[in-house]
């Protein structure tokens, strides 16, 4: 079993809708967690960090599940821009970074 | 602030030739890591420094991988001889400290094409 899991998708919305991600972590030693974001062919690039009480930036709301062991992206009000892979990335005490497969996300017209 | 700068951008290479890639991370930042990302999946560890000390380098393939980070600093990534498998893209990145919360800094990547 993988450290980091995601749901490769894709999932495809239409503009305007709610989309969430779950992102599932095993080793219980993790201490924080990102979002990343990654555009065709670009590096990924931090969208958010992820705090044990939720946080919250613009349309975009991270949570983090300890007892359940995953964390989670909610995107509201879906743009075209927001097309892309989303990844997570989960940090154990060991400052070993360790990445999810990446979920990809096609916000249609 | 700068980036993490890598280069080259794009490398093409025939199978069993060597190949380097080269990281300069970002100002200050004392952790340096070497990612490996192949189509459609996430990034895969293959080495991590703290300063010049290769403190995480389980996940590289010895056999023909090889790392170093002189002076704490600039860092290089090599191949000898390439592998068709290898063909990825080979990120770099970088961040200040060891503090938990503290996120990675990418650099563009080089991508790799094993011929």
């Known amino acids: 079993r993988k450290e980091v899991e995601q749901d490769p998708g894709p999932f495809n919305v239409p503009e305007g809708a709610t989309v969430a991600f779950n992102c599932t972590y095993s080793n219980s030693a993790s201490q924080s967690f990102f979002w990343y974001r990654q555009d065709c062919r670009k590096e990924p690039k931090l969208l958010m960090s992820?705090?044990?009480s939720g946080n919250e930036d613009g349309r975009f709301t991270a949570q983090l599940n300890r007892a359940s062991q995953y964390i989670s992206l909610l995107i509201r009000d879906s743009k075209l821009s927001d097309s892309a892979t989303y990844l997570c990335?989960?940090?154990?005490?060991?400052?070993?970074?360790?990445f999810g497969g990446g979920t990809r996300l096609m916000v249609k017209p | 602030e700068a980036g993490v700068v890598q280069s080259p951008r794009y490398k093409i290479i025939e199978k069993k030739q060597p190949v380097a890639f080269w990281c300069n991370p970002i100002?200050?930042?004392?952790?340096l890591y070497w990612y490996r990302q192949n189509l459609g999946q996430g990034p895969e560890l293959l080495i991590r420094?703290?300063?010049?000390?290769?403190?995480?380098d389980s996940q590289l393939p010895k056999d023909r991988f090889s790392a170093e980070r002189l002076k704490g600093v600039d860092s290089t990534l090599k191949i000898q001889p390439a592998e068709l498998g290898d063909s990825a893209v080979y990120l770099c990145?970088?961040?200040?400290?060891?503090?938990?919360?503290?996120?990675?800094?990418f650099g563009n990547g080089t991508r790799l094409t094993v011929t």
């Open positions: 990335v989960g940090n154990n005490a060991g400052n070993m970074l360790t």
């Open positions: 992820v705090y044990s």
């Open positions: 100002s200050g930042h004392n952790t």
């Open positions: 420094y703290e300063n010049e000390e290769a403190v995480d």
């Open positions: 990145a970088s961040r200040p400290g060891t503090g938990v919360n503290s996120p990675l800094h």
